[in-house]
């Protein structure tokens, strides 16, 4: 073309017809993204995966069947954002891959096409590793939430103890090892979410079952929250101990 052509106003025309085309298709992967990815990743990495209210008290069987009731609805949750996704990823690819050019549909690499599931698999994951850890640190926190007074005299137990009788002793109830066993259920099902959650990055992780769970177990600092939980009440021991050694002067 030179500036005297005759069809260098068809020639603006086409192009800007072009132009038009592609800015449809920015709108529509930007609306994909913004609204059936991005949301929900927010969503699932904000999700409450345990309720401990910290004005309020339980007993062992009431604080475990909360946590279960919360983590089950919350799976179903979870799931279906986890299909949305992926859905969402589909359609994504399909709506680039037929995109229309001079010699037919555009069509898209194969290996862009598997780096782009696997990232957003990856963001998923990274979703449902947030909301775990969250869940975790809540625990922890509102399990060590103790003053200056010590285990026996904190702002508001998580949990209903008693001092009874039981001649010729004096012990807690229930004891140190079943409230330990009340938490480590309750992480043991704030991890168990992610056994639901099927890895759908590539075919091969489809078929092979793989779950979120394969890679959640393995996180270093899930791992470390977890061995933390599962010893809490190693170091309330002593103080325990040593409490209900002051009612012996009763003897």
């Known amino acids: 073309l030179t500036w005297t052509s005759m069809n260098i106003d068809a020639f603006l025309h086409t192009m800007f017809n072009g132009v038009t085309q592609l800015e449809e298709l920015i709108s529509k992967v930007k609306d994909i993204v913004d609204n059936r990815i991005e949301r929900n990743l927010r969503q699932v990495a904000n999700l409450p995966l345990i309720d401990v209210p910290s004005n309020e008290s339980f007993t062992l069987d009431r604080f475990v069947a909360m946590q279960e009731k919360l983590v089950k609805s919350q799976l179903t949750i979870i799931a279906a954002k986890n299909e949305e996704v992926e859905e969402a990823v589909d359609d994504l690819i399909e709506m680039i891959g037929l995109y229309p050019l001079k010699e037919g549909p555009a069509g898209i690499d194969k290996r862009e096409e598997r780096k782009l599931r696997a990232h957003y698999s990856r963001m998923f994951y990274r979703a449902v590793l947030n909301a775990t850890k969250n869940a975790l640190k809540l625990v922890k926190k509102r399990i060590g939430s103790r003053t200056s007074g010590g285990f026996l005299f904190v702002d508001r137990p998580i949990f209903d103890v008693n001092v009874e009788l039981m001649i010729p002793h004096v012990?807690?109830?229930?004891?140190?090892?079943?409230?330990?066993?009340?938490?480590?259920?309750?992480?043991?099902?704030?991890?168990?979410?992610?056994?639901?959650?099927?890895?759908?990055?590539?075919?091969?992780?489809?078929?092979?079952?793989?779950?979120?769970?394969?890679?959640?177990?393995?996180?270093?600092?899930?791992?470390?929250?977890?061995l933390l939980l599962t010893g809490s009440m190693e170091g309330a021991k002593r103080t325990v101990i040593e409490y209900l050694r002051s009612f012996k002067q009763y003897d």
């Not at 140190?176 to 056994?195: D, G, P, T, Y």
Request: proline content about 7%; overall charge neutral.
């Open 171 to 226: 012990s807690m109830s229930p004891p140190l090892e079943e409230v330990q066993a009340a938490i480590n259920r309750s992480c043991r099902s704030i991890l168990a979410i992610a056994k639901g959650l099927p890895v759908w990055a590539t075919p091969a992780d489809k078929e092979s079952g793989r779950t979120i769970f394969d890679s959640l177990a393995k996180d270093k600092e899930v791992i470390v929250m977890v």
